[in-house]
């Protein structure tokens, strides 16, 4: 992979793809073997929004690089409560670090980020845009329980707002797989996104029960309601609940179905799943860290070569 910015997974090819993988592979099969690759390199962490599992997570993976992070803190207790621009901020911020991690809630936000800035840029999501090292990790989940080729793919809840579920979209047309979506009326792809992947080659299968297409799935990738991204409270509160999977509701499903969800869940897998064979989503979060290592490592070396 040859890239200054991890921007958006439409950038990212097959061979791209699984470079990553199999780099976070090897690293997974023995952690120790990039102990200190990156000693003295600085990784800054800029999130506009909360988060836990992708902050912490390229926190441990630059620090098991043998590298340090910095971070920006909250919006609140930064010059961006005082009006500073993200323009300035990601100006400020290139001269502290060796690379970048943002996340903020405009859908743009990073690849405007990247006229900025020279060093690496890792977006971490921008609103209901891109997440595409989610997408890495999603990808080596699927690899790991159930392949990427010749599988059937459901994708379930919010796939309006749902920037996993817009990277992951694009990133399995590099693949043999069927992608079937299920969600209510109101939270659709957007029709951005399914023109993109009409373009592309992929059918895309839409659905609104589960029951229509479980028994034909090998992976079920659920997502939250994303209260947040609501500009209606009403309209939220309209689909609220409606999305919502147990033990029993899976009683259709093949026996090597894989349960994922990129996580935080609300109410939308309830907890009895968790003591299934199916579920896989702690696994998921847990893979943040080796796939996360394997492209710092990937954009780090790149940036020492030029």
């Known amino acids: 992979m040859r890239q200054d910015h991890l921007i958006s997974a439409t950038q990212l090819s097959r061979p791209d793809i699984e470079a990553v993988l199999d780099r976070a592979a090897e690293i997974d099969a023995d952690p120790s073997a990039l102990q200190g690759r990156h000693d003295g390199a600085i990784l800054g962490l800029c999130f506009f929004e909360p988060s836990t599992r992708t902050r912490m997570s390229f926190d441990t993976a630059m620090k098991r690089l043998g590298g340090r992070t910095i971070d920006m803190g909250s919006v609140e207790s930064s010059s961006v409560k005082k ?113 993109d992947l009409h373009e592309s080659g992929a059918q895309v299968r839409e659905h609104t029960a589960l029951e229509e297409v479980l028994s034909e799935l090998d992976i079920l990738y659920v997502t939250r309601i994303q209260r947040e991204r609501f500009p209606d409270e009403n309209e939220y509160l309209k689909v609220a609940g409606e999305y919502q999977i147990d033990a029993a509701d899976l009683e259709a499903a093949k026996d090597s179905l894989t349960v994922m969800h990129p996580l935080p869940r609300v109410d939308e897998i309830a907890p009895d799943v968790d003591q299934t064979e199916y579920a896989t989503y702690f696994e998921q979060a847990h893979n943040g860290v080796p796939v996360r290592m394997a492209l710092l490592d990937m954009l780090l070396s790149e940036e020492g070569d030029r």
């Open 83 to 195: 009006g500073e621009t993200l323009a300035d901020t990601m100006r400020v911020l290139e001269g502290y670090a060796d690379a970048l991690v943002l996340r903020h809630p405009s859908e743009g936000s990073a690849k405007m980020a990247t006229e900025f800035v020279d060093v690496p840029l890792v977006n971490a999501g921008d609103g209901a845009g891109q997440h595409p090292t989610q997408t890495l990790l999603d990808l080596y989940t699927m690899r790991q329980n159930a392949g990427l080729d010749d599988v059937t793919v459901g994708i379930m809840g919010d796939l309006k707002y749902g920037r996993t579920v817009h990277s992951l979209a694009a990133a399995l047309t590099n693949f043999d797989t069927r992608q079937h979506f299920i969600s209510p009326e109101s939270l659709r792809l957007p029709r951005s996104v399914r023109y």
